[in-house]
């Protein structure tokens, strides 16, 4: 069985400063890995993924988050964090030998205070 | 372009009723997959389709549960004689192709409420 760890219910980051919000993941084979975000009463939006290839990867709105295999991290990232990146996160992972559905994590909320 | 959109947004239904949640999907996307968000918690997978093939439904909470996708493009998930544990968002997702690796675009969901 796969499944996704999102160890941090929230995390608090003043505006400006770095961010990094943790997952971890369990999968039988290798993984791809997915992180979205979902603002108040919206759907889930598509930031990036982890297919193969370069260990870091970089998505929408300057966000990056880097695959470690070792640690069977997907840590997401951000240099400078705004205001507007408040809101609630999800890692997900899809076990890529055969057939699987994608696994969400229970989501970490981001607070970027001004 | 438009993308995924639900309807109704909201739902209000009293215990023993049935409702039909509806999820149109980006325009020439093959997959089409169901979620549950409980609140506080993580989307679960309910069911997926590939074009009118429903070819997983293992997610589904019990046989009161029903989805459909008869054209291979709308689909329409149904839930028979809610309950109050049936409260919860409903989210529809869907990808351009059949594979594990394509991004899944989510629509707004729809938020039941059972009384």
């Known amino acids: 069985a796969q499944s996704v760890a999102q160890p941090e219910d929230q995390v608090n980051v003043a505006e400006g400063n770095p961010l990094t919000v943790k997952c971890t993941y369990s999968?039988?084979?290798?993984?791809?890995l997915f992180w979205y975000v979902q603002y108040p009463n919206r759907g889930l939006q598509f930031l990036l993924k982890y297919i193969t290839g370069d260990n870091l990867v970089k998505g929408s709105y300057g966000f990056e988050a880097e695959f470690n295999k070792s640690q069977t991290s997907f840590h997401l990232k951000k240099p400078s964090a705004l205001v507007s990146d408040s809101a609630l996160y999800f890692c997900a992972v899809r076990d890529r030998g055969g057939y699987s559905t994608l696994t969400f994590g229970k989501g970490t909320m981001l607070l970027v205070s001004p | 372009g438009a993308g995924v959109s639900q309807s109704p947004r909201y739902k209000v239904a009293k215990r023993g009723q049935d409702v039909a949640l509806r999820c149109d999907p980006i325009s020439g996307h093959v997959s089409l997959f169901w979620y549950q968000q409980a609140l506080g918690q993580g989307p679960e997978f309910l069911t997926y389709?590939?074009?009118?093939?429903?070819?997983?439904k293992s997610g589904l909470p019990s046989d009161r549960f029903f989805a459909e996708r008869p054209e291979g493009s709308v689909s329409t998930l149904k839930i028979q004689r809610t309950q109050q544990e049936d409260s919860a968002v409903y989210l529809c997702a869907s990808s351009l192709g059949p594979g594990d690796r394509e991004t899944q675009y989510f629509g707004p969901g729809t938020r039941l409420l059972v009384l």
């Open positions: 389709f590939q074009n009118e093939a429903q070819l997983d």
């Open positions: 999968v039988s084979g290798n993984p791809y």
